[in-house]
C-alpha cells in the first residue's frame, strides 16, 4: 500500500480542506502532519483550538489512517521519517513566503523518487473572511487576556512595539514582513504612558489620569486584536493600584507593567540627571502583593520592572530586588539600561537565569538599540518592547509635510509622502 502525507494546521477547518484529504486518501494510506501550537504561532496568529483539539479533530475525518505532529513549517524531518511515495498540497504555494518550503519538499522527496502532487486552489473559500471572524471572535476581553501567556510559552521571544491611538494600533496589528521562510509580525501591543502622554500633547509626568489612559486603550482595542501591555507607571498609591488593576483586568488587557519608583514620575531614560526616586523593596512587594490579591483571573500578569541600573544602584541591587519582588507574586521581571551597550543588561540576564527558569523577563532596547532579538533569546529574554518607535518617527514626518506646505504656499510637493485619499478611505473600513 503507497503512503500518502498532508500537512495541516487544521485550526480553520473548511471544505477545501476535506477536498484535499479525501483527494490524497485516495492514493494510500493518509499521514496528517498536524502543526504544532509552537509553528503555527511562527507565521500568523494565535491558534484558536489547542494542538491536542486539532490533533482529536483529524484524527476523527474519514480518509485520515494516521495523525502525527509536524513541529515545524519545514515537511523535511517527518518526510525522512515516514518516506512517503506522495505529498498532496493545494497549488496555491509556488510563490511567497512558502516556495522555499515548497522546494524543500521537492527536493526531500527525490531522495526515495517520491512525488509531490497539487491540486488547484479551493476557489471559494475566503481565507481573509474567515479570518476575520477569528480576529473578531479574539478581540473580546475574556479571549484576549491569556492571549500573553499563551504567546510566551510558544515563541521564542514576543515581539511588542506601542500604539498611542486608534491608527498606530492598526500599524501594529497588520505590519508584516516576509524574511527567511518565515513572516515576522508583532505579536503585543505596548500602550506607553510616555507616547499616550505626547499624543495629548502633555508631559510624561503621569500627568494623563487613568480615565484618560482607558478611553486611549479603548481606540486600541476596537481596532486590533493582539494582547495588550500597559505601562502603569510607579501603579501609584497601593489603594488606588488595587481598584485600577481591576479595571484593567476587566478590560481584558494581559499585563501591566509598574516601575520601583516613588514621588513624582521622571523619565528613566534621563538616569541620574534627575532627581528619581526608588522605593523601597519592602513598599514595593507590598504594592505588587495588593495587586495580586485583588485579581479576578489568573491570565493578567503583573510585571515589576527594576530601576536599579538607571539609578545606578548596582547589579547587586537589581538581582535583591529581582527575587523579592517573584517572592512577593511578579509574574514578570523587566529590566531597564539607559547605556549605549547591552552589557549590563546581559549580566543581569545571565544572573537572572541562574535562580529563575521560568519567570518571563523583559528587555526595552531604546538606548542599546544595536542589539538583535536572536541575541536577546540566548540571553533568556522572553518579551522585547519597542516602546517609543512609532510616535517618534510619525512625528518628523507630519512636521517635515507642514514645513514643505509653508515653504512652497502649496500641497502638490508633499503628495509623494502621502497616502493617497483612496487609501486613507479603504484603511478603515466602514463595517
Request: hydrophobic share 40%; aromatic share 6%.
Amino acid at each position: 500500500m503507497k503512503t500518502v502525507y498532508i500537512a495541516i494546521s487544521a485550526d480553520i477547518l473548511h471544505h477545501g480542506h476535506i477536498n484535499l484529504i479525501k483527494k490524497a486518501s485516495e492514493y494510500g494510506d493518509l499521514i496528517v502532519g498536524v502543526l504544532t501550537d509552537e509553528a503555527i504561532a511562527t507565521y500568523k496568529r494565535l491558534p484558536v483550538l489547542d494542538f491536542k483539539q486539532r490533533l482529536f479533530i483529524l484524527e476523527n475525518i474519514q480518509g485520515v489512517k494516521k495523525v502525527v505532529a509536524q513541529e515545524s513549517l519545514d515537511y523535511t524531518d517527518n518526510l525522512r521519517k515516514y518516506k512517503p511515495d506522495y505529498v498532496f498540497h493545494g497549488d496555491d504555494w509556488k510563490d511567497g513566503v512558502q516556495s522555499k518550503i515548497r522546494q524543500n519538499v521537492i527536493e526531500t522527496l527525490k531522495e526515495w523518487d517520491g512525488e509531490l502532487i497539487e491540486i488547484p486552489f479551493t476557489q471559494d473559500v475566503s481565507i481573509d473572511k474567515l479570518n476575520e471572524v477569528v480576529k473578531s471572535a479574539s478581540s473580546i476581553p475574556d479571549a484576549r487576556r491569556g492571549k500573553l501567556r499563551k504567546l510566551i510559552s510558544l515563541k521564542p521571544i514576543v515581539r511588542t512595539i506601542e500604539a498611542h491611538n486608534g491608527l498606530s494600533a492598526l500599524v501594529v496589528e497588520n505590519a508584516k514582513v516576509s524574511k527567511d521562510e518565515k513572516v515576522n509580525r508583532f505579536d503585543a501591543i505596548w500602550v506607553s504612558s510616555l507616547t499616550d502622554s505626547t499624543a495629548k500633547g502633555k508631559p510624561d509626568i503621569e500627568l494623563v489620569d487613568m480615565t484618560s489612559r482607558i478611553n486611549t486603550i479603548n481606540e486600541i482595542m476596537e481596532v486590533t486584536s493582539k494582547p495588550i501591555i500597559l505601562d502603569g507607571d510607579t501603579g501609584g498609591l497601593v489603594e488606588h493600584f488595587v481598584f485600577n488593576i481591576k479595571t484593567i483586568e476587566r478590560l481584558g488587557i494581559s499585563a501591566i507593567i509598574i516601575e520601583d519608583k516613588i514621588g513624582l514620575k521622571k523619565n528613566s531614560l534621563l538616569g541620574t540627571e534627575v532627581e528619581q526616586t526608588q522605593d523601597s523593596i519592602e513598599n514595593f512587594c507590598e504594592k505588587i502583593s495588593a495587586g495580586k490579591k485583588s485579581l479576578k483571573t489568573d491570565e493578567f500578569m503583573i510585571i515589576a520592572r527594576i530601576e536599579s541600573l538607571i539609578l545606578k544602584q548596582g547589579m547587586d541591587d537589581a538581582i535583591k530586588r529581582a527575587k523579592a519582588y517573584i517572592n512577593a507574586g511578579a509574574d514578570g521581571i523587566m529590566i531597564h539600561s539607559r547605556e549605549k551597550e547591552p552589557d549590563e543588561i546581559f549580566e543581569f540576564c545571565e544572573k537572572f537565569r541562574k535562580f529563575t527558569p521560568d519567570i518571563p523577563l523583559v528587555v526595552v532596547p531604546t538606548s542599546f538599540n544595536q542589539v538583535y532579538e536572536e541575541e536577546l533569546i540566548e540571553k533568556g529574554v522572553n518579551i522585547v518592547i519597542y516602546a517609543n518607535h512609532l510616535i517618534r518617527s510619525s512625528y518628523p514626518a507630519m512636521l517635515n509635510t507642514a514645513n514643505k506646505i509653508l515653504e512652497n504656499e502649496r500641497c502638490k510637493e508633499v503628495d509623494e509622502n502621502c497616502m493617497s485619499i483612496k487609501e486613507i478611505l479603504n484603511l478603515i473600513p466602514d463595517k
